[in-house]
């Protein structure tokens, strides 16, 4: 059934040593981020649109009236609190409800509206009349699968007539057995037992195919040869629908395997810029010195909230014990604290409880926090290579228009590596990163 226990999602423990980088994986940061989101992210660049059939005008839809839902459904979209759609949505909507149906691929970062669009389209294809499996979804984990039932569940809220199921680990039907629900939402695995080994329903019967999370998928092994495999098994005819928060060649080449003659839609992202960031970097000796530097800092300058970025875990929790000490409040997010634990750090943060957020990769991208303004690289971001990572440096210090007040970045330097990767980032960007001598610290303001 849909009643899962929420408490039994937490992430995957890293098996990292203490002393390696504290990287996040691809589907752990999904996942945090859509528990995280409250609300959706609103863009103001538009869609850009590929391959358009001439045959069929793509319209676009200002309300949710306009697409013409059954009124069960309808109501369960307002009872979500969702007033009108969002951009992606006001474009892949018509086309995902359209008759004939039309395959998609679309893309856009997370937040944006997707789940929300594909499980409108997934829940209105589907006829209660017919007790078998008609939607498949398909999604990388099974915690992301969760969610994504969850939203289906919502959002069928006054059609008690549609039933659905999650295929993955721990839900188990007996052999012999045929499924009569009408959606199932689950992982390659799962979905390729039940469909494909087993027989437990006729994959000829499915209408809508539904491959979310595509860039987590292609990221875990096997799995995209399992998707393919339960691909092959679907007639034509199905509706083939395809989403990733990004669009990189790999990403591509898999889409252009599942979904034949897509309609392709972009939504452009709000790029991230350091224009309104002063970049400064301090030269020191030791750790000790580093941790001196911050508090000159603090000493001189009013700062409304800061977040520090270690490269390790052990220099994350060394630094925030030195900093409790002398009796700054500080915040440490970090790998090893479960989902439930990084919300309750990052919602204190945001309510303005811990002035200092100490924290390693595991999300350079995704704090908006409008009221941080001093961003401090205690270790410069690097690679594998150990060369200059300028994508990490841009989330970590870089705003977006929405959060467009000015900020203060202050890298902190010492070794010679650490100085060529600073150098090298500033050479990336073209944007001089100064000198601060933090004795005379009067002038950063
Ligand atoms: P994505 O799949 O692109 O990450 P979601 O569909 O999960 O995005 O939507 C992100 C957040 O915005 C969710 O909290 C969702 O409930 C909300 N949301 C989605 N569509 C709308 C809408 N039309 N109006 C208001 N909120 C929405």
Same mark, same amino acid.
């Given at each position: ?226 998707? !393919? ?6 007639? $034509?005819?199905? &509706?083939?629908?395809? +989403?990733?928060? /990004?669009?990189? *060649? @790999? ?42 530097? !911050? ?6 300058? $009013?700062?409304? &909230?800061?977040?520090? +970025?270690?490269? /390790?875990?052990? *220099? @994350? ?53 409008? &009221? ?74």
């Amino acid at each position: 059934g849909l009643g899962l226990n929420k408490s039994i999602i937490s992430l995957n423990q890293t098996t990292d040593s203490e002393e390696s980088a504290d990287n996040a994986n691809p589907a752990d940061t999904s996942l945090l981020m859509k528990i995280i989101r409250q609300g959706l992210v609103e863009s103001k660049l538009d869609i850009e649109i590929q391959r358009k059939d001439p045959n069929s005008p793509l319209y676009s839809v200002k309300t949710f009236e306009a697409l013409h839902l059954k009124p069960n459904l309808l109501k369960g979209v307002y009872a979500m609190g969702f007033n009108a759609p969002s951009k992606i949505q006001e474009t892949a909507l018509p086309t995902l409800l359209a008759d004939p149906p039309q395959n998609m691929i679309a893309q856009s970062q997370s937040g944006t509206g997707k789940t929300a669009a594909f499980v409108l389209a997934m829940l209105s294809r589907v006829d209660p009349t017919k007790n078998y499996p008609q939607v498949l979804c398909l999604s990388p984990t099974y915690e992301l699968a969760i969610q994504t039932g969850e939203v289906a569940a919502k959002m069928a809220k006054f059609c008690p007539e549609i039933k659905l199921k999650y295929a993955v680990r721990g839900e188990e039907v007996p052999r012999g057995t045929k499924i009569t629900d009408h959606i199932l939402i689950g992982t390659p695995g799962k979905m390729m037992d039940w469909g494909v080994r087993f027989g437990m329903f006729d994959m000829n019967k499915i209408k809508v195919f539904v491959l979310d999370e595509a860039d987590v998928m292609i990221d875990r092994q096997g799995h995209q040869d399992q998707c !393919i495999r339960i691909h092959k098994c679907l007639p $034509t005819t199905c &509706q083939m629908m395809f +989403f990733s928060a /990004t669009y990189d *060649t @790999a990403v591509m080449e898999f889409a252009e395997i599942i979904v034949p003659n897509p309609i392709i839609i972009r939504l452009l992202r709000e790029e991230e810029s350091l224009d309104n960031i002063k970049q400064y970097y301090v030269k020191c000796k030791s750790p000790e010195e580093k941790y001196t530097a !911050i508090c000159n800092i603090y000493g001189v300058i $009013t700062i409304g &909230q800061a977040i520090i +970025f270690c490269h /390790t875990r052990k *220099t @994350a929790s060394w630094l925030s014990e030195k900093m409790s000490s002398d009796g700054h409040s500080v915040a440490v997010l970090s790998g090893e604290l479960t989902v439930e634990q990084r919300i309750a750090v990052l919602d204190r943060f945001r309510a303005g409880l811990e002035k200092v957020l100490i924290t390693t990769n595991v999300l350079s991208r995704g704090i908006d926090v409008e &009221q941080v303004t001093l961003v401090v690289n205690f270790d410069m971001p690097m690679d594998l290579d150990r060369k200059a990572d300028c994508e990490t440096y841009l989330h970590r210090i870089g705003r977006t228009g929405r959060f467009g007040k000015a900020g203060i970045a202050i890298n902190l330097i010492d070794s010679s590596l650490a100085m060529q990767i600073c150098s090298d980032i500033e050479a990336h960007f073209g944007k001089k990163i100064q000198l601060l001598d933090i004795e005379d610290a009067e002038e950063i303001e």
